[in-house]
């Protein structure tokens, strides 16, 4: 089965940090400098907003977590990563990475969504 499991949420305090995983199985992620792959997260009652994304070598976040996350990828162990520092609790929301899987049939998958609470 392919698949992204996002992991790494949890409670946080305001000013703390954590560092989301996102991993395919069943299917890699495609190598295409042309793919993006991202970060979005919905809170409740809002709709689903960018967090960050990858495309290539060039990064893209939200103004609202500019210089306090960053996004990252590793092809070897088949994950990509979203580290938040400086939390705050409007950060609460649920996380979901979405990513190109494959080589020659290529599908954009969605995790299933990791939450991040943000409260002292």
């Known amino acids: 089965q392919v698949q992204l499991v996002e992991s790494g949420g949890g409670l946080v305090q305001p000013g703390g940090s954590l560092r989301l995983s996102c991993v395919a199985s069943?299917?890699?992620?495609?190598?295409?400098?042309?793919?993006?792959m991202g970060w979005y997260r919905q809170a409740p009652g809002k709709e689903r907003e960018l967090v960050a994304t990858?495309?290539?070598?060039?990064?893209n976040y939200a103004d609202s977590v500019k210089g306090r996350f960053t996004i990252s990828r590793d092809y070897a162990k088949n994950t990509m990563y979203l580290q938040m520092n400086s939390l705050k609790p409007e950060d609460t929301a649920v996380y979901y990475c979405?990513?190109?899987?494959?080589?020659?049939?290529?599908?954009?998958?969605w995790g299933q969504g990791t939450q991040v609470t943000v409260s002292s």
């Open positions: 990858i495309t290539g070598d060039n990064t």
């Open positions: 069943g299917s890699i992620f495609n190598r295409s400098a042309h793919k993006t």
């Open positions: 979405t990513a190109p899987l494959g080589l020659v049939v290529v599908r954009d998958y």
